[in-house]
Each structure stands twice: as structure tokens, then as C-alpha cells.
């Protein structure tokens, strides 16, 4: 009984600890010029589902749920991120020459053909990230015109 | 008062193991970063290109680098033949680095910038090639497929080469091949014979 009592006792305190420990937030309040959304005319339904469904791991800035604030989790999240815009940055999408544009768009549209992306760990969370079958096609078709 | 101490003991512990994993992870994230920064230095850098000239000289082939780019790819295209992602993998690597020591100053300065580009797409698909499962090996095989097409039209090379095309994959997919008859690396051995010659270079 005791040795319980001490293991919550050091759990929690290893949970208050860990609080402490700084993240890195990926968050902006500048768009750059070199956005996704501001080079390409994006209608406005595709717009908001790829801010909403893409744009926090694969931005500069992510919209932060107030659960991302606590440990472990906002090292689990960080750590998605940073994966994810070296993947693919909406922001500095204009910074890619013709051919990486549309080498990216053919990788965006396997991705979401292939129910890869979003991640289904994002989509659990966030229901309103999920795309329907209509999502899908509605985004691809739209994107697959960019390179044709 | 030893319950006390012992308490303090695991503490002291907690905190000590912590701080201590804290600090590796910080150290991690900056070795990340260093190595991602020199690598980007290193592909512009002209120490770099110079020494490319030196192991080019020494080779006495000119067109020693883009023909190892084509013998990984062919190696590659071969693994995806006989449906063998562990290969695969493997040259996927080998091809990315063979791919980053391409040397381009012997181009006009609009070669050189086409070349750039070509190789910078050309080495993150090789890069996914290296650490993905076959079905998306393939994918990425038919993207670099393309670009090594368009980096021998600037490079040119020695043998004659067959652009191949499987009208099935992918609503068409091409590759290159050294030899005139088909093997299919989008299907492998479920259809290896599927495709056709669509052009021949040289």
C-alpha cells in the first residue's frame, strides 16, 4: 500500500515537472507572401477545409487546442508538426520551384485519395477535420487542376 | 523518519531523470537542426562543387555522375521488378546521395537551374523510396521516374535507353529502361509484362 501511495506520488510529481519543460509553439500572426492560399485562387469551401484539415500540422501556424497546452501531449504534437512542414509548408508554398509544386500536389493528392492524411489520430480529435467522400473528390479535383 | 527520507530519495530521482531527459531531447532537436542547416549549406556551397570536380577528374568520365544517378535508378526500377522492397530501400539511399553530388557547373547557367530543381525533387523522392513501404515506393518511383527523364535530356548518356509506359498505373505511368523489353516495376510480378515502349532516347 505504501509503495502504491509513493508511485502516484512520484507519477505526480513527474507530471507537474514536465509541465515546466518549454515547447516550441508554432504560431504566426504574419501570413507570408509565399502562402498557399494567397498565390493560388482558392475557392472558399477548399480553402476552409484545407485550413481546417491541414493547415495546423502543415503551416506556420497551428491552432492550438487547450489540451496541447499540457505534457505529454504537446511533445507528441510538436513533434508532428515539425515532421509535417518539412513534408509540406502551405506557407512557404511559393518558395518551391514549378516542378516541386507539382510533384507536392501529386503526394497531397495520393495522401487524401489514400485516406492517409489527415492522420486518423488528428481526426479523432478533431472530428471537423475529417473529409467525407464529397470532401475528397470536391479537393482533389480542385487541386489536380492547379498542375494540368 | 526512513519513509521520509526514502521519499525524498525518489524525488530527487524523478527530478534528476527529468531534467536530464529534458536536456537530451534539447540536445536532439539542435543537432536536427545543425545537420539540416549544413546539409543545405553543403549543397550550395562552392568548396562542395569543387571537390566534385576533383573526383570528376579523377574519373575521367565526364559524365560520371549522372550515369551512377541512372545505374541507381535502373538498380531501383529492378528491386520494384521483382517486387522487393528491401532493395528498393537500399537504392533508394545509394540514389539519393549519388543524385546530391551531381556536378552541374559544366551546364549553362539555365541547365544549371533546371538541374537544381530536378535534383531537388528528384532526391526527396528517392529519400521517401528509402524509407517507405513498396506500395508507396511506387508512387514516388513514378515521379522520379519523371525527373530522371527530363535530367537526361540535359545530361545525355552513353546507352540507349527505352521510355516505357504502363497505361494502367496511376492513369499512365512512364519509366526508363536499359533494355527494350518490358518489366513492369509499378505492378511487378502481377503484371510484369504489362506496358509498352514509347519512345527511345539515343
Known amino acids: ?148 | 523518519m526512513k519513509n521520509l527520507k526514502v521519499t525524498t530519495g525518489i524525488l530527487a530521482m524523478a527530478f534528476l531523470t527529468l531534467t536530464a531527459m529534458s536536456c537530451k531531447d534539447a540536445k536532439k532537436e539542435h543537432n536536427y537542426d545543425e545537420g539540416h542547416n549544413t546539409e543545405m549549406n553543403h549543397d550550395n556551397s562552392d568548396g562542395h562543387h569543387d571537390s566534385d570536380k576533383k573526383e570528376m577528374a579523377m574519373n575521367s568520365n565526364q559524365d560520371g555522375n549522372a550515369e551512377m544517378i541512372l545505374k541507381d535508378y535502373f538498380n531501383l526500377k529492378d528491386a520494384l521488378v521483382s517486387d522487393d522492397e528491401a532493395k528498393a530501400k537500399e537504392f533508394g539511399a545509394v540514389m539519393k546521395k549519388s543524385l546530391e553530388i551531381l556536378a552541374i557547373s559544366k551546364y549553362t547557367e539555365e541547365q544549371q537551374t533546371e538541374l537544381k530543381e530536378i535534383i531537388e525533387d528528384a532526391v526527396e523522392h528517392a529519400e521517401h523510396i528509402s524509407e517507405s513501404p513498396i506500395a508507396h515506393q511506387r508512387e514516388h518511383f513514378k515521379i522520379l521516374s519523371k525527373d530522371v527523364t527530363d535530367l537526361v535530356v540535359i545530361t545525355g548518356t552513353a546507352n540507349t535507353l527505352y521510355e516505357q509506359f504502363c497505361p494502367m498505373y496511376d492513369k499512365g505511368s512512364a519509366w526508363l529502361s536499359k533494355s527494350e523489353e518490358v518489366r513492369n516495376p509499378y505492378y511487378g510480378s502481377r503484371m510484369l509484362k504489362c506496358g509498352k515502349v514509347q519512345k527511345e532516347i539515343n
Open chain 1, 1 to 148: 500500500m505504501k509503495i502504491v501511495k509513493k508511485i502516484v506520488l512520484v507519477l505526480l510529481v513527474a507530471f507537474v515537472g514536465i509541465q515546466f519543460i518549454p515547447t516550441e509553439r508554432n504560431q504566426s500572426d504574419i501570413v507570408p507572401v509565399t502562402d498557399f492560399m494567397l498565390v493560388n485562387k482558392v475557392p472558399n469551401n477548399i480553402k476552409s477545409k484545407l485550413q481546417v484539415s491541414c493547415y495546423d500540422c502543415h503551416s506556420n501556424n497551428t491552432n492550438y487546442p487547450w489540451y496541447n497546452k499540457i505534457q505529454p501531449v504537446a511533445w507528441f504534437l510538436e513533434d508532428h508538426i515539425k515532421q509535417g512542414k518539412a513534408e509540406l509548408n502551405f506557407s512557404a508554398w511559393d518558395s518551391l520551384s514549378n516542378r516541386r509544386k507539382s510533384s507536392k500536389i501529386r503526394s497531397i493528392i495520393k495522401q487524401i485519395e489514400s485516406n492517409e492524411m489527415p492522420l486518423s489520430s488528428y481526426t479523432k480529435i478533431h472530428s471537423d477535420a475529417k473529409f467525407s467522400e464529397n470532401d475528397r473528390n470536391e479537393i482533389i479535383v480542385w487541386i489536380d487542376s492547379l498542375i494540368k
